[in-house]
């Protein structure tokens, strides 16, 4: 495909095709899995770099995490259905063809937009009635190590994921909710082809086969990982699935399969949960008021709109790019840089405008650290989490920022005050957050979706039940519920709270028109809210094109080291930003951006989708 013109992007006048009339939906197997032989629909590493095209479409696009995924929501988009309709049928594909990384197990956000309403469906995992906020303490009286937490029973919240789903379907549904689970019924009793990422995890990953039933599924009676291209089928989850279709999300959090998920947790051998059946019947989803805030960026003023906490994405991001508009980064034009992967050679953010945004990032994950969890459970300062938001606090926060030449880094930065605030809380200490995927929608009916899907780790629990993993979610919360003086850390264990998350779904807005703009989101635990904020730079300051903006270096901050994807910035850039004073870390920085914008090719009106290099994503639409 070649690529488009990228211009006017907010000014991008409303698509004028419209889908039909939506019809009884009947799934197609993609030719050889790859639908319509395009050779960037072959998945490739964890660590790989696919160098990808960007894609353009009139009337509907969806981008997903996986070929086979993206397809069973465009053939949905295809017969009629809406985005929510669509987003079901890639939620369903993935439990199959990415367990490792969300599905019917876990927990999701979701934001749509129908034009002139933004709705937030939280889906979050919650603890279970009977944990407590010693969850995680071991029998030293000392938090235990993460990993010892994660693998087992122990960690399993509630899942929310479908029955999110299913109050979005009843409220923006157009097909019958029992035809969306066709493709991934089809693909789990035919069988798919194990994909080259998830042979790679199954290759690196060592407690996964601890489980008999995930051993039995996941590798070959030699023990040995299956291999790339091996024909899978999951007639257990298939079986699931057709519970769940013929009697909504009851069939998966009620009657038998609740039953093997509460046996699965509580009788751990060795690291027991306490799920049970009443957690799962009672799962109640929270429909929520988006985080909405304004930004102005080369003369246009757009509205950027997100998950509210117990996410701390939308805020975590909008900070960061509320104090970057206090500095002189928009006066920074897009540096070079060398890096050698294909596609990316002269464009990398300079060390000048990397300090500025490293350290708002600092200053935004301090906030975060001592701030954000469940809302049923934590008050926001100032009454209210816009206050973490407003333009005067953020100019007053960016001011701590050195931006002279050669200005030194703070290094680890401390949290406001945002209005009159009393801290009630410690600041919860670093910990790892892990896992997720994203799925971008329009439809053509004027619909849009942004959904971010979590289990959390790699594989969540490595508890496998009726073909299907289950989340360890509940070590999102803080192993440690107090500091050193007593204090409480907000986003501490207790009962039917729902854990603190990054996950980052992201709708943005032309202010003037309310026209949407762009979709978008990532995978990538805490950094997922670096690899959002790159692509929003990118797109809304650098007018690039979304696959530009994904294909760009990663960076980021969590209030301490800069973080540099490995072998993309020149050496000039990485000691520029020492001399500053920074700890600078060269890593692999896998995200797994997926983003639709509108924008105009050859001066016709189109639907711009970007999908990551780094994972297997790809964007389909007509």
């Known amino acids: 495909m070649k690529k488009p013109v990228f211009t006017a992007l907010a000014a991008a006048a409303l698509l004028a ?33 696919t160098d990808k095209p960007g894609w353009a479409t009139t009337k509907y696009a969806v981008a997903a995490a996986n070929p086979l ?77 993460f990993i010892d937490g994660v693998v087992g029973g122990r960690s399993v919240g509630v899942p929310g994921t479908v029955r999110m789903l299913e109050m979005a379907h009843k409220q923006h549904g157009k097909l019958p909710w029992a035809q969306l689970f066709a493709p991934a019924i089809t693909l789990a009793e035919g069988g798919f082809t194990v994909s080259a990422r998830l042979a790679t995890l199954l290759k690196t990953e060592p407690h996964l086969k601890k489980d008999p039933v995930a051993a ?46 509460v046996d699965k947790v509580q009788k751990h051998p060795t690291n027991p949960g306490k799920l049970s059946m009443a957690d799962l019947a009672g799962y109640q989803v929270k ?89 049923d459970f934590v008050q926001p300062p100032g009454g209210s989490w816009m206050s973490l938001l407003a ?61 971010t899907t979590t289990i959390e780790d790699a594989f969540g629990s490595r508890q496998m039940v009726r073909g299907f993993l289950l ?28 854990p603190r998350s990054s996950m980052a779904p992201t709708l943005v807005f032309d202010k003037a028109t309310g026209q949407l703009v762009m979709s978008g989101g990532s995978p990538g635990g805490a950094l997922i809210i670096h690899y959002t904020a790159k692509t929003l730079y990118g797109v809304l300051n650098w007018g690039m094109m979304p696959q530009q903006a994904i294909n760009l270096p990663n960076f980021a901050s969590l209030n301490g080291p800069t973080l540099l994807e490995e072998k993309r910035f020149s050496p000039d850039t990485v000691e520029a930003l ?7 870390r060269e890593m692999n920085m896998t995200s797994g951006l997926q983003a639709i914008a509108r924008g105009q090719a050859h001066g016709t009106p189109m639907l711009l989708g970007g999908a990551d290099p780094r994972r297997e994503g790809v964007v389909m639409g007509d």
């Open 17 to 49: 095709a419209c889908a039909s009339a939506p019809s009884n939906f009947s799934y197609q197997i993609p030719a050889d899995e790859v639908a319509r032989g395009n050779k960037y629909l072959q998945p490739e590493g964890s660590s790989g770099y």
């Open 69 to 145: 995924a993206t397809d069973a929501g465009y053939q949905v988009l295809k017969a009629g259905g809406s985005a929510i309709d669509a987003a079901i049928a890639v939620q369903m594909v993935l439990t199959l063809v990415e367990p490792q990384s969300s599905g019917i197990g876990g927990g999701a956000f979701l934001l749509h937009s129908s034009g002139s309403k933004v709705e937030a469906f939280d889906g979050r995992e919650t603890a279970p009635a009977a944990v407590d906020e010693k969850l995680f303490i071991g029998a030293d009286g000392k938090p235990m190590a």
């Open 216 to 261: 039995a599924y996941f590798y070959k009676p030699t023990g040995e990982p299956l291999d790339v291209g091996t024909r899978l089928r999951n007639q257990p989850l298939a079986d699931v699935l057709k519970k769940i279709a013929a009697s909504g999300s009851k069939g998966l959090l009620e009657g038998e399969v609740a039953q093997a998920i």
């Open 287 to 375: 429909t929520r008021d988006p985080i909405c805030h304004d930004y102005r960026a080369q003369a246009r003023d757009y509205r950027i709109c997100g998950m509210p906490p117990p996410s701390s994405g939308a805020i975590a991001v909008g900070q960061i790019l509320g104090i970057l508009n206090n500095t002189n980064a928009a006066k920074l034009p897009l540096g070079t840089g060398s890096g050698g992967v294909p596609g990316t050679v002269g464009a990398a953010p300079s060390a000048d405008w990397l300090h500025l945004y490293t350290e708002a990032s600092r200053l935004a994950f301090a906030d975060r650290a001592q701030y954000l969890g469940d809302p």
């Open 391 to 451: 333009p005067a606090y953020l100019a007053e926060r960016a001011k701590l920022i050195a931006q002279e030449p050669n200005g030194q880094s703070m290094k680890t930065a401390k949290p406001g005050v945002p209005g009159t605030v009393k801290l009630a809380y410690a600041p919860m200490p670093d910990q790892p957050e892990y896992g997720t995927s994203h799925i971008s929608i329009v439809d053509g009916y004027g619909n849009a979706v942004a959904m």
């Open 471 to 498: 989340n360890n979610e509940l070590t999102d919360f803080s192993y440690a519920p107090t500091d050193a003086d007593g204090k409480p850390v907000a986003n501490r264990v207790q009962p039917n709270k729902r």
């Open 578 to 584: 020492k001399s500053r004073g920074a700890e600078v």
